[in-house]
Every structure is written in C-alpha cells, then in structure tokens.
C-alpha cells in the first residue's frame, strides 16, 4: 500500500558480506519507484543497500560501510508482467575468491547476468561490507532510505538469510507439469543473527518474524492481507492493457478512474467455466458501463462490438450480438452501489446476469464463446460518454474493494471474500480456478 511500510532496526551486525534476500513480489505501478528492500547504518543514503523497481527495471545499489565505495546494478531486461509474482533471489558474497560470484541476481530461479553497471565498477571488490554489519542500522521493507518512496503491490515470503549465500532452490522450484517455477517453503535453513522470514500471515501482526530468530518488524501505514500469493494469483485490473492511456490505477490495480471512451480490462480473461466479482462504483459519470468484452473487439473504442455486454447505469443493458444497442434492464446504479457480475461460460448459450447490492437483475443470454474466433472474454470497466470520469473498485475475490474491506463476507466464496452471496457454482478470477473449473 503506498505510504505503508515495515521496519526494523538491526540489534546485532554481523560481517556484512554475505546474505542472501528472496521475495516474491507483484507490483502494480510502471510510473513510479517501487521499494523493496533497504538498509542503511546512519539513516541516510550515505551507507546503504537499497533494491527497488524503476519503470520495469529492478535497481540495486550498494555503498559501503566507510561510506566511499559504491557499486551499482541494474537489469537491462524488463519486468512488465502486472499479474505475475516474480521471485527475486539476491545472492551477495563479497568473501567469493570468484569476482563474477559475489553478486548473483535470479529471477524466478533463472540467473539475470546482463546488468546496467551505471558507471561502476563491473565487479564488487573483495571484502565489501554492506550496512548489514551495523548495530543500530535501520532496514525497511517496502520503502527506500532517506526518501519517501514505497512499494507498489504485493508481496508474499519475504525472506533474509544472514551469513550464507544460497540458490534459488532454496526457496522455488519448477513445477514438474507445467514447466513453471513455483513456491517452495524452505526448510533446514540457518537464517543467522539478523536473518527473517516474512510470510505476511496473519492481517493483525504483519510484520511477525517466522524464522525463529525474532527479528519482527514494525508495521508503519496502513497494510493490508490479501489473498493474492504467488501460488494464486488473482485478477486485478490491467494498465497495461488501457486503449486510451487516461486511466488511472491505484490500490493494487484494483481501482481505476476512468478518461475515456474506451473500456479498460482486466488481467485474467476466460473461455470457459462460471465466475463472479464484484465492482463497487466509488464515483459516477454519465453512463457507466460494467461488463465483458470479447477479444475480437477488445481494441474497439465504441461500444458496439458483436461481443460487447454491458449493464449500463441508467438501467439498460448493451447486447452486442443483437446490434440493438441498449435495452431496458434491471435498475439504475449510483455512487454507493455494489455490482456483482455472475458469467456462466459452460452452456451452449451462455449467460451473464448482474447483481445490485446482492439483487439480482436479471440473466441475459450471450453469444457462445465456443463460437467465437478466439473464445475469449475480458472483464471491462469503462463509460459511454467519451471524456467522462467515473471511479470503480474492483473485488476479484480478495476481499477489498480498493483498499476498503468488504462489510460481511457473502456465502459460497470457495475460499475467496465477497461482499454477497457468491451464486452457486460460481468462483472467483483467480489462477487457481481457472486451471481447475475454466
């Protein structure tokens, strides 16, 4: 959450030359800084470690204890993947006789070896002592040292090891179905005097150390718990996926304001299978449009596509399909009012029916997606008037709509938190649903 952080002031220092940091990350914001982890001896930038996301860019700098030398890395690849959790593993080893080996960078279990030096060296020199030597030295996770800039999305197992270097292995492995890299609890490990382990477990001690060793940070903000985990990932919105790049994004991805025409999607599409989620409308324009949208019309900026269905907040409902535009449906929608959105994808004519404050406003037939040249539909979010503003949170399952927590939990969530009555039969966008029931 922006402004929200953790930290913690190191009450022992150890060597300073070697650990090892792995963290499981998800962040939402391209345009601006943000801070994963950050550690200085004096409370400014002057003897620090500070890692951080820069425009898709992960930044690392170090600056030794004396203050003097200062070494620099920054990936050349891109990390633009705003559903994805990247697993970042830092291996720092300034002891190793082996110059290439005492700064080892992996992300998701594969190393990363082409860097931006930034005019440093392209080594670390041998015996370089990081903050981490120092009693008293301040560290943070999810805000840089000396600077208000924070972390923007999610993390899950945030983990030091203090004194050893380790692979990946340690913390990851790759799934032997798919071929993609996953979670794995470490076990056997020796964490050291200020090693930690962050698991984020429970919402009213978010900073509890699981690691044996204590070293629990401080909560600073207001933090929230997600359901979102690098095992899985749910829906949020997509700002990368925004045909007029007016939209604003915030709270994870999960709030948008709209500047447009043109809808704005959301990060999980689906084919087949029955969902539900839920968009609470924080502020109104002239026609807010909640709906899905097929891939074949995904670029269009009007609301006219074969493949188009929205309810409107003026009580009518767009059906694509039929090229009749809008007809009469349901009630109208304010500021205030919650949508739920119940998509049943696995009849041979499928169906979408809203939902008002739990109400449900009636079942429309659409088009079969199996019919369909990609059978594909994305969740949309947009207005019918072009250079209209509304606002929406989105509740994909996580139990927050924006920052703010559903009231009461509705029943048959299958895990996941709504505020209604989830129907029957119906999960939320998550990754986890989707290769189950999709």
Not at 409 to 420: I, M, P, Q, R, V
């Amino acid at each position: 959450m922006a402004n929200s952080y953790l930290s913690n002031t190191i009450s022992s220092g150890s060597t300073g030359k070697i650990f090892t940091l792995s963290a499981w990350v998800k962040f939402t914001s391209l345009s601006t800084n943000s801070e994963l982890w950050s550690v200085s001896n004096d409370g400014t930038v002057h003897n620090y470690i500070d890692i951080c996301f820069k425009s898709g860019v992960l930044d690392m700098q170090f600056k030794l204890a004396n203050g003097q030398t200062f070494m620099r890395r920054k990936t050349t690849k891109l990390f633009r993947d705003p559903n994805a959790f990247y697993h970042i593993v830092l291996r720092f080893d300034s002891t190793n006789s082996t110059a290439a080996d005492r700064f080892r960078l992996y992300v998701n279990g594969v190393q990363e070896t082409s860097f931006d030096n930034d005019g440093t060296a392209s080594t670390f020199p041998s015996d370089f002592v990081t903050a981490l030597s120092t009693n008293g030295a301040n560290q943070y996770i999810g805000r840089t040292v000396g600077y208000t800039s924070y972390w923007n999305g999610y993390m899950s197992h945030v983990a030091l090891v203090d004194g050893q270097s380790l692979a990946p292995t340690s913390f990851g492995e790759t799934d032997s179905t798919s071929g993609i890299w996953k979670f794995k609890s470490p076990s056997g490990i020796t964490w050291g005097t200020n090693g930690f382990h962050l698991k984020f477990e429970n919402s009213g001690a978010m900073g509890t150390d699981s690691s044996g060793n204590s070293n629990t940070f401080t909560v600073n903000g207001n933090l929230k718990q997600a359901l979102d985990t690098p095992s899985n990932v749910y829906a949020t919105m997509n700002p990368l996926d925004n045909y007029y790049p007016n939209s604003t994004f915030s709270n994870g991805n999960n709030t948008i304001v709209t500047n447009n025409y043109n809808p704005t999607f959301a990060t999980l599409a689906v084919s087949s299978g029955k969902w539900y989620w839920e968009v609470k409308v924080d502020s109104t324009s002239t026609e807010d449009m909640i709906g899905i949208r097929g891939e074949q019309t995904r670029g269009d900026y009007d609301y006219n596509g074969t493949y188009d269905f929205f309810y409107n907040s003026k009580a009518r409902f767009y059906d694509g399909s039929s090229g009749s535009q809008f007809g009469s449906y349901g009630a109208t929608f304010t500021t205030g009012d919650i949508i739920g959105v119940a998509l049943d994808c696995t009849s041979a004519q499928n169906t979408i029916q809203f939902y008002k404050n739990g109400s449900a406003q009636g079942s429309k037939n659409i088009t079969n997606v199996s019919s369909t040249t990609l059978g594909v539909y994305n969740i949309a979010l947009g207005d019918y008037t072009s250079g209209a503003s509304a606002t929406f949170s989105v509740n994909f399952g996580n139990g927050f709509f924006g920052t703010t927590a559903i009231t009461s939990a509705g029943s048959n969530g299958n895990g996941s938190l709504f505020e209604y009555d989830v129907p029957s039969g119906y999960y939320a966008l998550n990754t986890k649903n989707i290769n189950t029931y999709g």
